[in-house]
């Protein structure tokens, strides 16, 4: 189980420059693809299957999660009364669902779980890991957890770290979780193991989007920022879009430059 101590939070600016157009291979010759001899196509194709229709209180979930994202931002604005009020019902309510025992071992024994993709679409562990409404209650818990971080609610890091944990072991071709993940991660100066997060998110992601590439850049940044080279060429091979790669690196490569200050932003003081 990782530890997630006192979170700071991590700010960098973004520049344009220049880039070149990309090549694809069914299996990526990026060192950083994180499934080494796996087609690519099929990684994708099953992390697609194993989704479902989102319930609405993960619908809910994602909302108030956006809402407050950078809420902890020096100067930011206060969030409205009526928004937390939100974020506390469907806290309560969700906390109020017992956890599937599944869960609950992971929970108390993280070592114990099994963190393995399935083999094919349908096999056993394909149908153990589908995103069934228990799993997307708890994965709603999960962001309601992170959303209390960006208020720098007391122990709510500590809390999203072990739920996130678990779900990552139970579900591991969940991309938007490993990118969950990964921002928490940097959050607590725990670099590696986010920027592996980062790595499994943007190639398990069945289409990434500009802000998706632009994240994993970010992450490596700060967990890579000698491997700028390969990160681009990671960035050309985790999508067919070869102009949404060559601006995704147009506008992180100043975050690769020495110039590039860091900023460690503390929690709020209660």
Aim: glycine fraction near 4%; aromatic fraction near 8%; include cysteine.
């Amino acid at each position: 189980m990782l530890s997630l101590k006192c979170p700071t939070r991590v700010v960098l600016a973004y520049v344009l420059v220049a880039s070149g157009l990309v090549s694809h291979a069914a299996i990526p010759s990026t060192e950083l693809y994180p499934f080494p001899g796996d087609d690519l196509t099929a990684v994708r194709l099953k992390s697609k299957a194993e989704c479902s229709p989102e319930l609405k209180e993960l619908v809910e979930a994602w909302g108030l999660y956006r809402e407050f994202q950078g809420s902890w931002m020096p100067g930011a604005a206060k969030p409205q009364e009526r928004s937390i009020a939100r974020l506390d019902q469907l806290k309560a309510k969700l906390e109020a669902i017992p956890n599937p025992v599944w869960f609950s071992e992971v929970m108390n024994s993280p070592q114990t779980g099994q963190s393995q993709l399935a083999e094919k679409i349908g096999d056993k562990n394909f149908e153990i890991q589908r995103a069934t409404p228990e799993y997307q209650m708890l994965k709603a818990l999960a962001i309601i957890y992170l959303t209390e971080h960006e208020l720098d609610r007391e122990g709510s890091a500590q809390t999203a770290g072990k739920f996130l944990t678990a779900l990552s072991i139970t579900h591991p071709w969940d991309w938007q979780l490993h990118g969950l993940y990964s921002r928490l991660l940097v959050d607590a100066r725990l670099n590696l193991p986010a920027w592996q997060a980062a790595r499994q998110s943007i190639f398990l992601n069945p289409d990434p989007t500009l802000e998706d590439l632009k994240f994993f850049a970010f992450i490596g940044s700060i967990a890579a920022k000698d491997s700028w080279p390969q990160i681009q060429d990671a960035i050309r091979q985790a999508t067919t879009d070869d102009r949404m790669a060559g601006k995704a690196i147009l506008e992180s490569e100043k975050l690769f430059s020495n110039d590039t200050s860091i900023s460690i932003v503390q929690p709020k003081k209660k």
